[in-house]
């Protein structure tokens, strides 16, 4: 995205985009992401949701086939893998940290156009909205510049909240 001016972008959809990126990327991502949105702009983010899997997978214990392709990506090739599972509170947390607040989840039926069909709207049963919803939507908004993702990780508070471990140090 160096292509892209700093803070001149009013949004960011990004559907299961950022669990193809490794632990120790994640943070610059969402710096880059900060780097190029104006102040205010809203960012969405979709991505597999850890907390449904594990309740839908007590619920069906015999399933676990079936979540393969969403906690470890399809696998197909080389960019086609999940690096990192996602939960409200980590992702909230990760937000805060690059600049963002208002960490909301929001319901992507009524974001997406009618018709338009993406992984955030990953249902199980596929396409029961009756079902239980796999993807943790939230949209956040950006209140606070960052200049890198260097400038996040110097935050002590990311070490004592996630461990250094996450970042991949």
């Known amino acids: ?10 949004e960011i959809y990004a559907c299961h985009i950022l669990e193809h990126f490794g632990r120790g990327q994640i943070v610059n991502v969402l ?8 102040m205010g702009s809203t960012l969405r983010i979709a991505v597999p949701d850890f907390e ?14 079936q979540l393969t392709g969403l906690l470890h990506g399809g696998q ?18 990760l937000l805060n940290l690059c600049g963002f607040t208002q960490v909301e989840r929001y319901d992507a039926n009524t974001f ?12 199980k049963p596929h396409k029961d909205v009756r079902g239980t ?5 939230v949209r ?3 209140v606070r510049h960052v200049s890198s993702g260097a400038e996040v990780e110097r935050n002590a508070f990311l070490s004592q909240l996630i461990g250094a471990k996450l970042l991949g140090k």
């Open 52 to 65: 449904s899997s594990v309740k839908w997978y007590l619920e069906h214990p015999t399933g676990l086939n």
């Open 76 to 93: 197909g090739n080389s960019h086609d893998y999940h690096y990192l599972s996602f939960d409200f509170f980590l992702l909230s947390r």
């Open 140 to 142: 956040a908004t950006k």
């Open 31 to 38: 710096a880059e992401w900060n780097r190029v949105m104006k």
């Open 133 to 137: 919803l796999m993807s943790l939507n």
């Open 112 to 123: 997406l156009p009618a018709g338009f069909d993406d992984y955030s709207l990953s249902y």
């Open 1 to 10: 995205m160096q292509t892209i001016l700093s803070q001149t972008v009013d």
